[in-house]
């Protein structure tokens, strides 16, 4: 792979009156040409400030930025314009009354000149860029009358008309629903494959990121910039040290988080513990403060999950309810438990009752 941005020694921040307020320091990493790159980290970790100085929307307090091997200070606005585009987060706002054709368009200014006309050349840079985005239909609709995964597409769709090497993304997927969160960075890595361009985006959708990226960039203000595959971070543990928090878990094995619940008693689970149902059965009893295992003496009421569509309540061996939705378990099952338990959950979820 081709290195397309370095940067060297980086530090961001602010300057003020003569003070500098430093963001994050001595941050060295680099993007390749043909790979997604996603940068993450906590609230507050220097995401957006070091996006806006890899854009050159703000200085640098000491170190660089090369692009193409040169200092991103070298390059007069129109010619870094031919090699950066960016995406913000709410640029889509301001064209509202704007014609999805008309926004892509605005891609073609670095060629365009003053007036901004697009010649035949041009118009067939933006047909070409709908279609690698496949949002032909949307040529002549109006901004205000798409949806917020429709407006991203066509955002990125102008930057592709930009005919940069590189594309700088701020929090692409902010405002979209789930199943276009998917879309909009599965739609980046194809391009990013296809159209060999470095595209580097900053995010706060964790899981998406580890599932999609090629490269991810982690960034905190304890541990700095770490950089790596999914797959890499996840074995070297870095994953953890820089999101889990208390009442959250990183499956190494699925690349995942999983919300970690507090227990405060235990309710004896028979059945096939293979089957959806046994497995889903466990999740909302876990959710619920009850955590299953195989046997519990001390308590006569159990449940039986055989994988046939039932969920069955046994009171000292005996059968006494059968259901097929787990809703309608738990409103059986639960304040059977816990009646008696109140306290318990309370004292182990640090929850006191209203006075």
Same mark, same amino acid.
């Given at each position: 792979?081709?290195t397309?941005?370095?940067?060297?020694?980086?530090?961001?921040?602010?300057?003020?009156?003569?003070?500098?307020?430093?963001?994050?320091?001595?941050?060295?990493?680099?993007?390749?040409?043909?790979?997604?790159?996603?940068?993450?980290? *906590?609230?507050? @970790?220097?995401? $957006?400030?070091?996006?806006?100085t890899?854009?050159?929307?703000?200085?640098?307090? $000491?170190?660089?930025?090369?692009?193409?091997?040169? *200092?991103?200070? =070298?390059?007069?606005?129109?010619a870094?314009a031919?090699?950066?585009?960016? &995406?913000?987060?709410?640029?889509?706002?301001?064209?509202? /009354?704007m014609?999805?054709?008309? &926004?892509?368009?605005?891609?073609?200014? *670095?060629?365009?000149?003053?007036?901004?006309?697009?010649?035949? +050349?041009?118009? #067939?840079?933006?047909?070409?860029?709908?279609?690698? !985005? =496949?949002?032909?239909?949307? +040529?002549?609709?109006?901004?205000?009358?798409?949806? %917020?995964?429709?407006?991203?597409?066509?955002?990125?769709?102008?930057?592709?008309?930009?005919?940069?090497?590189? !594309?700088?993304?701020?929090?692409?997927? @902010?405002y979209?629903?789930?199943?276009?969160?998917?879309?909009?960075?599965?739609?980046?890595?194809?391009?990013?494959?296809?159209?060999? +361009?470095?595209?580097?985006?900053?995010?706060? %959708?964790?899981?998406?990121?580890?599932?999609?990226?090629?490269?991810?960039?982690?960034?905190?203000?304890?541990?700095?910039?770490?950089?790596?595959?999914?797959?890499?971070? $996840?074995?070297?543990?870095?994953?953890?040290?820089?999101?889990?928090r208390?009442?959250?878990?990183? %499956?190494?094995?699925?690349?995942?988080?999983?919300?970690?619940?507090?227990?405060?008693?235990?309710?004896?689970?028979?059945g096939?513990?293979?089957?959806?149902?046994?497995?889903?059965?466990?999740?909302?009893?876990?959710?619920?403060?009850?955590? *299953?295992?195989?046997r #519990?003496?001390?308590?006569? !009421?159990?449940?039986?999950?055989?994988?046939?569509?039932?969920?069955?309540?046994?009171?000292?061996?005996?059968?006494?309810? /059968?259901?097929?939705?787990?809703?309608?378990?738990?409103?059986?099952?639960?304040?059977?438990?816990? +009646?008696?338990?109140?306290?318990?959950?309370?004292?182990?979820? %640090?929850?006191?009752?209203?006075?």
């Amino acid at each position: 792979m081709t290195t397309s941005v370095e940067l060297k020694n980086l530090t961001t921040g602010y300057k003020h009156r003569g003070n500098e307020r430093i963001v994050s320091k001595d941050l060295n990493a680099t993007l390749a040409t043909g790979e997604l790159t996603c940068l993450l980290g *906590p609230n507050g @970790a220097g995401k $957006s400030t070091l996006l806006r100085t890899m854009c050159a929307f703000q200085p640098a307090l $000491s170190g660089t930025v090369e692009v193409a091997g040169h *200092p991103i200070t =070298s390059y007069k606005e129109q010619a870094l314009a031919k090699h950066i585009s960016v &995406v913000l987060t709410d640029e889509a706002a301001g064209v509202k /009354n704007m014609t999805a054709f008309d &926004v892509v368009g605005m891609g073609r200014s *670095p060629y365009t000149g003053f007036w901004g006309k697009l010649n035949d +050349k041009d118009k #067939t840079v933006v047909n070409k860029c709908f279609q690698w !985005v =496949s949002i032909e239909p949307l +040529k002549e609709r109006k901004m205000s009358t798409l949806s %917020d995964g429709e407006c991203q597409k066509v955002m990125i769709a102008k930057a592709l008309a930009q005919e940069t090497p590189i !594309v700088f993304l701020d929090e692409p997927t @902010a405002y979209l629903d789930y199943p276009s969160k998917i879309q909009t960075m599965m739609l980046l890595h194809r391009l990013a494959r296809t159209l060999k +361009k470095t595209i580097f985006l900053s995010t706060h %959708d964790l899981e998406h990121a580890l599932q999609v990226a090629d490269q991810i960039w982690l960034l905190d203000q304890e541990h700095g910039l770490t950089t790596g595959s999914p797959e890499d971070l $996840s074995i070297e543990g870095w994953i953890e040290q820089y999101f889990n928090r208390e009442g959250i878990a990183f %499956d190494r094995n699925l690349g995942t988080f999983h919300i970690s619940h507090e227990t405060a008693r235990e309710v004896a689970m028979q059945g096939d513990a293979s089957t959806l149902e046994w497995r889903l059965c466990q999740k909302a009893l876990m959710r619920n403060g009850i955590l *299953p295992v195989e046997r #519990t003496p001390e308590c006569p !009421v159990s449940i039986l999950v055989p994988g046939d569509g039932t969920y069955r309540l046994m009171e000292n061996g005996k059968e006494t309810y /059968n259901v097929k939705r787990i809703e309608h378990l738990l409103r059986t099952i639960v304040p059977s438990i816990i +009646k008696n338990q109140i306290a318990a959950i309370r004292e182990a979820a %640090d929850l006191k009752p209203y006075e």
